[in-house]
């Protein structure tokens, strides 16, 4: 099964996207000891990231795949963990595809072998991190891996974190204007990313820009959304618009850590 909306902030949504339908070292699990000394020990944040980003790549990824790597400081983990394992020798004939130019200079570094969907349209697994998740699920046959901490679990898309939008550079204040009218984006507030592009902060001055060369805006909601999948197709039909962050009814898993320890939503 597949959870039925998700929201995902990357460098470049269209890229991530692209990735949707279609020794003697042995890898360590979670078991029940491991739970209790979560209880015991409070993780912080980037400590669960790292056990639901490792878990990923060791229940998902086998040798000879082709995987997508997401972008963002949970996907880090997963990135990290597959290039551990290649270089031990775990895995062996692995290609990978990065979303973004942050990840690509990661797997880089842990010489980890990318190619493109340029030459490998089909992926046969895709790892990203999330921000946030809504718990209802529908049948699915993809295998597309979300990793997150329980914190970004929600009732509902919208009011804990803006839903954005990349559109490309012309016309792109009429763009703006356009998508905030549709009904189903009805009671948003739509603002133009300004700084850097993966983060919906504003750190600087000039527009944002993608890895692609387009323009991000992130539509704010102080309700949840009525119709993310109404929403998530009109806004992808809509002129100038190249995609958005709402990813529904395309997750095969969801890895959730959290103080009772590590769950999988399948």
């Known amino acids: 099964m597949r959870f039925s909306n998700i929201l995902f902030t990357a460098a470049s949504l269209s890229t991530a996207s692209a990735f949707a339908p279609t020794s003697s070292f042995s890898r360590p699990s979670f078991t029940t000891s491991t739970f209790l000394q979560m209880a015991e020990t409070k993780l912080t944040q980037d400590e669960l990231k790292k056990m639901v980003g490792y878990k990923s790549v060791d229940d998902y990824v086998k040798s000879g795949m082709v995987v997508g790597l997401g972008t963002g400081s949970t996907a880090y983990f997963a990135v990290e963990r597959l290039g551990q394992l290649l270089k031990d020798g775990t895995l062996t004939d692995i290609v990978a595809i990065p979303t973004s130019i942050r990840t690509k200079e990661q797997a880089e570094e842990l010489k980890i072998p990318l190619v493109t969907l340029d030459t490998h349209s089909k992926l046969d ?8 998740v809504d718990p ?63 983060s919906n902060a504003v750190d600087g001055d000039e527009i944002a820009v993608t890895d692609n060369g387009n323009y991000i805006v992130d539509l704010h909601f102080e309700e949840p959304i ?41």
Not at 143 to 156: M, P, R
Not at 243 to 256: Q, R
């Open 136 to 198: 209802d699920v529908e049948v699915c046959a993809d295998k597309f891996i979300v990793i997150v901490d329980e914190s970004k679990l929600t009732d509902g898309l919208g009011p804990g974190f803006p839903i954005p939008v990349e559109i490309t550079p012309f016309c792109h204040e009429h763009t703006l204007r356009t998508v905030a009218a549709l009904a189903s984006c009805e009671g948003c507030k739509p603002v133009l990313r300004m700084g850097s592009s993966s």
């Open 226 to 266: 009525k119709d993310a999948v109404k929403m998530a197709a009109e806004i992808k039909g809509t002129v100038g618009v190249v995609d958005h962050g709402l990813f529904c009814g395309m997750t095969t898993a969801v890895i959730i850590a959290g103080a009772d320890g590590i769950s999988v939503k399948e």
């Open 125 to 132: 697994v895709a790892i990203d991190g999330a921000d946030e």
